[in-house]
């Protein structure tokens, strides 16, 4: 079962602007973690935010938690043509065994 | 250090058959995932294996089934293949051991093995 949703489901921007996707899920949460994934491939850590933490920042990255609205945003600012990727959040259930429950991803494409 | 390896990358299956799928952790990680991805479903979980014991399993049938090694490396089976099992099977290592000890379970993923049922 899908616990977190990305909204929206495909992005398209220029290189040089900024993306922004949202990630709504259902429980509580210990944690709420964010990775990508190039074409065909494993998906790649990006950052992590804990239930107690309100904004997290890395590199091009910055990343928003509200467990108010069982939400959080991706912001990735500058973007660049290597960018292109599918983004998804990952939900650590408060109460479940750890195992990770990830949404469906935003497709992003970043035109040169 | 070597990242998350899985064979085989590709394979091609018909129908009634079955599949292994192997992974490598990374040195040092003894949590092992599994993860099948769907055009459809997206990222689906099917289990995760630590020191040798399922510990966590996901809603699929009893045709899916794994194993882990003292070595830490996994396998999974699909016995009596259908079309439907054609995916991306992922596999991802952790460090985490306990989860009542702090710590974020950070999943390494591999490549993953797409699989083709005919």
């Known amino acids: 079962s899908q616990q977190g949703e990305e909204d929206p489901q495909a992005l398209s921007i220029q290189e040089g602007e900024n993306a922004t996707m949202n990630c709504s899920y259902k429980?509580?949460?210990?944690?709420l973690q964010w990775y990508r994934q190039n074409s065909g491939r494993g998906l790649v850590h990006l950052i992590l935010?804990?239930?107690?933490?309100r904004e997290k920042h890395s590199g091009r990255l910055r990343v928003t938690l509200d467990t108010s609205k069982k939400s959080s945003s991706l912001l990735i600012t500058a973007s660049r043509a290597a960018d292109t990727a599918s983004y998804f959040c990952a939900t650590d259930a408060t109460g479940s065994q750890g195992n990770l429950i990830f949404g469906k991803g935003t497709k992003l494409s970043v035109k040169p | 250090k070597a990242g998350v390896t899985q064979t085989p990358r590709y394979l091609i299956k018909t129908r009634g058959q079955q599949v292994t799928l192997s992974c490598s952790p990374i040195s040092g990680h003894r949590s092992v995932s599994w993860y099948q991805q769907t055009p459809g479903q997206g990222l689906q979980f099917l289990f995760e294996y630590f020191s040798e014991t399922q510990r966590n399993k996901g809603n699929f049938p009893g045709r899916f089934s794994g194993r882990q090694f003292s070595n830490s490396r996994s396998e999974m089976n699909v016995s009596t293949l259908e079309l439907g099992d054609s995916a991306l099977y992922l596999c991802a290592s952790s460090f985490r051991q306990d989860r009542r000890l702090s710590g974020a379970n950070v999943l390494t993923f591999g490549a993953g093995s797409r699989l083709t049922v005919l």
């Open positions: 935010i804990r239930s107690n933490e």
């Open positions: 429980t509580s949460i210990n944690n």
